[in-house]
């Protein structure tokens, strides 16, 4: 039999082509694999949008299981002369502050300079900075190529050691200035001394780069700018500060000085924070409803629905965020979320009587408190819900082991389609391997036919003769 490299060379027959047809046919096998992994990865891909808004959600309830945000203060400012911001440190109160004089930080600066970039010549600086706890040294060894303006600017700003450079034109006849000033405000922060020695002895730059802020060294480097304390009065109490920003004047309460004048600082409960506290765990638990509704929904119409439509892990989730909700609290004086303005619907949502919240904020703060914080003994509302959501979304919950459910269906059904797949190319060679043998046939069949009649032909020919 003769040896056909290619099928249809020997027969003429399309046989890669019905081998293809064979192929695809035996491939359908594989398609409810397929729409079932599909299936199983969409309902995977929906649970992490449910678990999405979840947490979202649990992150508004913690902030309403927080105790602290029922004590905490803000501060309203009355005057442009500051602003404050208070700690849970604060205490409540209002507080008269009038400020006379804003802190300024100290500026120094040589005589003129005709160039900014000549060198200037090698030596040492010396720069004192600051008193008491604020004190520092800098020493900086000045090297001949570094010696312009530009190079003692640039080797001062390197240290970062409380003290700053830089070069000012003043437009004279020799208008280049280097002006130091100190990083800080205050008179604790100034600077006490600037040295400089010439390593050629150039007593004329020694003097250029020298200043003693007591006045009683030689040295021509003058101060611009005085360094001066804030100063300002709390309740008719004299205070001074080396910053405008002033800490401790009240208690737990930090100033910003803005300008001179007078204002009026009150401390007191921050009834915003709480508001929109809760405010989002309304539109959070709103949000988590809606993509249910998402994940749920059906067209009528076009047959289209969510992905985890009739989900029994879905329903659950539901089921138990709706009790944990309507349970209510067990402490204190409000028992059901509608005593403190937020509404169940029948659809699930929440709504929020804001005229009511702000009523409870104001008169009612103890009781709301203990509705969604509880107290010592008894966890509030906030406290059952967030249990709730921690079951349904911590490690081990039911999120994860619903997900993990079908993870495990989808490596099953990745293992069936494997040895689908091998199954099929053994068939598929089978068929390749007959269809072979069959191409060699029908060739030989061509062949003694061809042959045959060319012998009657030729006989046929002969006999006609």
Known sequence: ???????????????????????????????????????????????????????????????????????????????????????????????????????RAQSIATEGFAERDAEQGSGSLTIEVGTGDKAQTLNLDIAQADSSLEGIRDAINAEDAGVTASIVNDGGATPYRLVLSSEETGTEAAIQSVDFVSDAGDTALNDKLSFDIGGTGSGTMAQTVAPENAALKVNGIDITSQSNSVEGAIQGVTLELDETGDSTVAVELN?????????????????????????????????????????????????????????????????????????????????????????????????????????DEVGGLADTVDITLGNLLDEGGTLEHATSGLESRIEGLDERQARMERSIARTIERYRSQFSQLDGMIANMNQTSTYLTQQFDSLNAQLGQ
């Not at 047959?303 to 402490?331: Q, Y």
């Not at 509404?343 to 703060?365: C, F, H, M, Q, Y």
């Open 271 to 375: 009834n915003r924070a709480l508001r929109e506290a809760v405010t989002g765990f309304v539109d959070a638990y709103n949000d988590f409803k809606s993509t249910a509704g998402e994940l749920t929904r059906f067209d009528a119409e076009s047959g289209a629905a969510g992905e985890l439509l009739g989900d029994s892990t879905m329903r659950s989730v539901e089921s138990r965020l709706r009790s944990a909700l309507s349970s209510g609290s067990a402490s204190g004086e409000f028992g059901m979320l509608s005593d403190v303005g937020i509404s169940l619907e029948l659809d699930g949502s929440l709504t929020l009587d804001s005229d009511k919240l702000d009523d409870v904020i104001t008169n009612d703060r103890q009781a709301l408190t203990d509705f969604f914080a509880g107290t």
């Open 1 to 103: 039999m003769a040896s056909i490299s290619s099928l249809g060379i020997g027969s003429g027959l399309d046989l890669n082509g019905l081998l293809d047809q064979l192929e695809s046919a035996e491939r359908e096998q594989l398609q409810p694999l397929k729409t079932q992994q599909a299936s199983y990865q969409a309902k995977i891909s929906a649970y992490g949008k449910l678990e999405s808004a979840l947490s979202s959600f649990q992150d508004a309830v913690v902030k309403l299981n927080d105790a602290s945000l029922y004590q905490s203060l803000s501060t309203n400012v009355a005057g442009d002369s500051v602003t404050a911001s208070a700690s849970s440190e604060a205490q409540a109160g209002t507080y008269d502050v009038s400020v006379t004089k804003l802190a």
